[in-house]
């Protein structure tokens, strides 16, 4: 009879022959699995977010969640294996499946990966200044400048080959400011090429692409109004509405107001106006070409960079009998009033 011992002893010695056979086996399946996408066949672009202080397991269990890895254990090791937990970089990256997982890390710990740069309707050149300086791209200030110094290199653009003519006004000068014309829409940037200038030529491109269509081109000649004063109106529109179909009966509004010679009282231009730290409520009687309640008239510029529904809904507005309107703070929706009266019973039921 065979002794008990020597039975747990051949099984010992099996498990651990099974264990050394499969360790040896690993490191050419984990060689494989480094270099083998999630789906070779999804060349889907995805938009990843890496926030400030995410640890390399947050980040690993967030590419697993989106399916753009296959193994968060062996991703997990590698990192920790390779000391790359803290050279991860923050911000927005441009990830896909068909990415393999050596790509992956190459992309989130060199600061040299594909990033998205997603500028929300409504953001201001400052803003948008903001940002960049926030994905690690320019120093504070030197999107702000390239602005202006993109100004001064079309005004100084021989007349024959300038590249934006709808950047002029009637007068053959160039409008006073890009605010505005910097389109809202998420970008692809590749870090390690990005300046700011090509960065405006992409935005001004953009503008062109989306909203000057030969369709919408007649419609501003037939308007009679210039398409910065449309532009102007637009980026009113984009700060006073918050919802889509408010829009063009808000521009509506607006423009009646304007062709009736009276002040527009929109407390958006007067915000833009502003310094961070200073309360509407305690300037309304600021003497600037912002403040439309105590000049008439559209402001000298933009004040924000209107996304497409708002720039159609200045183009289209639609005509109504109001002549007042306030937002819901709660559900953003817009109350009309035909009378003042009627307006100051809707401030009394809205905003009290």
């Not at 640890?55 to 967030?62: A, C, D, L």
């Not at 106006?273 to 309640?293: G, H």
Request: aromatic share 12%.
């Amino acid at each position: 009879m065979r002794h008990p011992s020597l039975k747990i002893y051949v099984i010992i010695v099996l498990i651990a022959a099974g264990i050394l056979l499969g360790i040896k086996g690993v490191p050419a399946y984990y060689g494989t699995w480094l270099n083998t996408p999630s789906d070779a066949s999804n060349t889907e672009n995805f938009v990843f977010d890496i926030q400030p202080g995410d640890s390399g397991k947050t980040v690993t269990e967030n590419l697993k969640q989106e399916n753009l890895i296959s193994n968060g254990f062996f991703f997990y090791w590698y990192l920790r294996h390779e000391n790359l937990g803290n050279e991860i970089q923050s911000g927005r990256f441009v990830l896909s499946p068909s990415m393999t997982p050596m790509e992956i890390v190459n992309n989130i710990t060199s600061g040299k990966g594909q990033m998205a740069l997603t500028i929300p309707e409504g953001w201001t050149i400052q803003a948008i200044d903001e940002r960049l300086v926030d994905m690690g791209l320019i120093q504070s200030g030197e999107f702000t400048t390239a602005v202006q110094d993109y100004q001064i290199y079309l005004n100084d653009t021989d007349f024959y080959v300038f590249p934006y003519p709808w950047l002029l006004q009637n007068e053959g000068s160039l409008v006073a400011s890009f605010e505005g014309y910097l389109f809202p829409e998420t970008y692809y940037i590749n870090p390690s090429t990005f300046t700011c200038k090509e960065m405006i030529t992409r935005l001004l491109d953009t503008f062109e692409a989306k909203f000057l269509s030969p369709e919408n081109l007649e419609k501003i000649t037939a308007s009679g109004r210039s398409l910065n004063d449309i532009v102007i109106m637009a980026s009113i529109v984009e700060r006073e509405a918050f919802l889509d179909g408010d829009r063009p009966i808000i521009a509506g509004i607006l423009w009646k107001r304007l062709d009736s010679d009276w002040a527009l009282g929109a407390d958006a231009t007067l915000i833009y106006a502003l310094e961070p730290d200073q309360s509407l409520e305690e300037n309304l009687d600021l003497n600037s070409p912002y403040n439309t309640r105590q000049y008439k008239g559209l402001p000298p510029t933009a004040i924000s960079n209107p996304g497409l529904a708002s720039l159609e809904a200045a183009l289209n507005p639609e005509a109504s009998d109001y002549w007042f309107y306030l937002n819901d703070q709660e559900t953003g929706q817009a109350h009309y009033g035909t009378t003042l009266e009627e307006h100051n019973q809707n401030i009394q039921e809205w905003l009290r």
